[in-house]
């Protein structure tokens, strides 16, 4: 086994990662170390972009939304004007909260420490009692302070503390055709968040979430119970024919670039969108199979199958899920310590979903997805069990990551290539190795 | 609503058996005996878990934490009895302290009722999990018995939090 051991010259790598021999391990330390988790904060937190919010979730103007951003508390609000903007929610006075309610519509934001008002563009409205300061006493930069930078990519904003990193479009690479293949599945290009936050703690580290999210190797030991479920209700779940599978179909995993990576799996599970099963019931055939219908008529058969028909994990670095499998899921993740993070969960939808459609995506979603979900659960479990069993990380150093290495071609989803993904940039960020 | 209640005299019905039928449950739950538990249900019972942050939507356009109806449930049974079921094997005790008990309205058959409840839940070398909240029924009473057509849990925490899951019946 490697050691941490280097020379002195060269910087410290969480990863040994060896082709010749086939093998990647991770070094366990990044995952239970606070002094790894006050450099990620500096590295990897401070420089990347950071999902706060969807467009859809301000949907009038004056709409608000007051949520923990990594750890950061902001303001996401649409001001009077129709500018979608994000502070945070930090009086330039004192430092007091500004904004104390979960979500709303408002003119202004108003400390009750001393009663400094804000504009809902974050601009300073009022300091009460102004006659105390000296003539002239400028006030034009004691608006809301906002993160540097603040971008969108079709109604997904996204944050950044860096003001030199590249823009969001450059970041998310080829990211973004994987969020256009989602965004497809409406008639109008528009998704919605619906109403419903799932905020659950993990007492694991943030980067088991990650790699849970797109690691199809668990499904059938973890989810076992789930793969039961679908069996009673009717679901065919075969074993796998081909070797190398462990899913009834075969799955890829695709490297985006800068970090991202997806799973991406011709569906067996049943979709929302246009994939009949026999969970849905008889009486959702006919409007699925129009929903089917303005698919292929807007889109074509191919790229038509290509949204009803697979499903993918996509993983935005860092910490961005978006599940488009059983339902769509946007979740996200942050550590708070080393052992814990929380996470939130939204579902998202076609904003012109009927009654009925949007009613069986959020049973769908329910089926897996979520803390009483007949999945989502046992990965919790499973990542709590993982960073239980890390305590003896100093004595039993390496995780052991070298599942499909050395494959040629197309790599499977049940294979372990985009983990390495993952890790590969995590740790260049972290060390400044190449990746 | 019952599409007998306008046509039925409504049913007579004390606290006090409310009471002894919500203690009844809690035991059957705090003790796992699912199929037990499952004997209580009505045929179109629903078991409903609103999402912290907006206990009044409906789970139609609402994402839920949990909205099953009757056969989801019988899986959901099926699922958390099974040892493969990780996140509750080995099974968590639970222990069920209910009070507040109150009667809120009775239509033909069916009995609006409502109580507290603290659901203390351990699991091995983990913290404990307190699970604050209000039940509100809809009982079908039919003689002496009840059986369960609604059952709703509504969470006081304003996000599930450090409560986690929800891998067993609440």
């Known amino acids: 086994m490697p050691t941490m051991e280097t020379s002195r010259n060269e910087p410290r790598s969480f990863v040994v990662d060896d082709p010749q021999k086939g093998v990647f391990l991770l070094d366990r330390e990044a995952l239970v170390s606070e002094d790894v988790l006050r450099a990620e904060i500096k590295n990897i937190f401070a420089k990347c972009w950071i999902y706060v919010g969807h467009g859809s979730e301000l949907k009038k103007n ?94 997904f904003w996204f944050m950044c503390l860096d003001a030199d990193a590249p823009a969001l479009t450059d970041y998310l690479g080829k990211a973004t055709d994987y969020i256009d293949l989602v965004i497809e599945q409406s008639p109008s290009g528009k998704m919605e968040v619906l109403h419903g936050t799932q905020e659950y703690d993990v007492q694991a580290n943030w980067k088991l979430m990650v790699e849970n999210s797109v690691d199809d190797y668990h499904l059938p030991t973890t989810h076992s119970t789930w793969l039961n479920f679908m069996a009673n209700s009717g679901v065919k779940v075969e074993p796998p024919k081909d070797k190398d599978l462990v899913l009834p179909t075969r799955g890829f995993a ?182 | 609503m019952s599409a007998q209640a306008d046509t039925l005299a409504d049913v007579k019905v004390t606290r006090a058996e409310v009471e002894d039928f919500f203690y009844h449950e809690a035991a059957l739950l705090d003790e796992w005996k699912l199929k037990e538990w499952e004997a209580l249900l009505a045929d179109d019972a629903t078991y409903y878990v609103p999402p912290n942050d907006d206990l009044d939507g409906s789970h139609k356009d609402t994402l839920y934490i949990i909205s099953d109806d009757r056969e989801r449930i019988r899986q959901r049974i099926i699922r ?62 039919d003689g002496d018995q009840f059986r369960i057509k609604e059952r709703r849990v509504f969470l006081h925490a304003h996000e599930l939090g450090r409560l986690g899951s929800v891998s067993f019946i609440l």
């Open chain 1, 254 to 435: 695709f490297d985006l670039g800068n970090g991202h990576f997806t799973t991406d799996n011709v569906n067996f599970r049943g979709r929302p969108v246009a994939a009949w099963i026999p969970l849905y019931g008889e009486s959702a055939k006919a409007e699925m199979t129009e929903i089917r219908a303005e698919l292929v008529e807007r889109l074509g058969e191919d790229r038509a199958r290509r949204v009803a028909d697979t499903n993918r994990n996509l993983v935005i670095f860092p910490n961005l899920v978006i599940n488009d499998g059983s339902s769509v899921t946007i979740r996200t993740f942050f550590p708070d310590g080393a052992n814990k993070m929380q996470v939130t969960a939204w579902a998202l939808g076609p904003v012109e979903e009927s009654e009925s459609a949007r009613a069986r995506r959020l049973d769908a979603f329910l089926t897996f997805y979520g803390p009483g979900g007949f999945a989502t659960p046992d990965d919790v479990e499973a990542l709590e069990l993982v960073q239980q069993g890390l305590a003896n990380w100093s004595d039993d150093r390496w995780s052991e990551m070298s599942r499909g290495f050395g494959r040629e071609g197309e790599q499977l989803n049940s294979d372990e290539h985009h983990l390495r993904t993952f890790w590969r940039h995590w740790n260049k960020l972290m060390t400044g190795a190449q990746a």
């Open chain 2, 80 to 141: 958390v009895l099974d040892p493969n079921c990780h996140a509750e094997f080995p099974k968590s005790r639970t222990c069920r302290l209910i009070t507040n008990v109150r009667v809120l309205k009775v239509e033909g058959d069916l009995v609006t009722a409502t109580a507290n409840f603290v659901c203390y839940r351990y699991r091995r070398f983990q913290r404990e999990f307190s699970y604050v909240g209000t039940y509100r029924y809809i009982l079908r009473k």
């Open chain 1, 62 to 155: 004056g709409d608000f939304q007051s949520r923990r951003v990594a750890g950061r508390p902001v303001i996401f609000a649409r001001d009077s004007k129709g500018q979608v903007r994000c502070f945070f929610n930090t009086c330039r006075h004192r430092g007091a909260l500004v904004c104390t309610e979960r979500h709303g519509n408002v003119r202004r934001f108003s400390c009750v420490y001393h009663g400094w008002i804000y504009n809902n563009d974050g601009s300073l409205a009022r300091i009460p009692g102004d006659e105390a300061y000296i003539e002239n006493f400028d006030t034009s930069g004691l608006g809301l302070k906002s993160p540097a930078r603040f971008e969108q990519y079709r109604d």
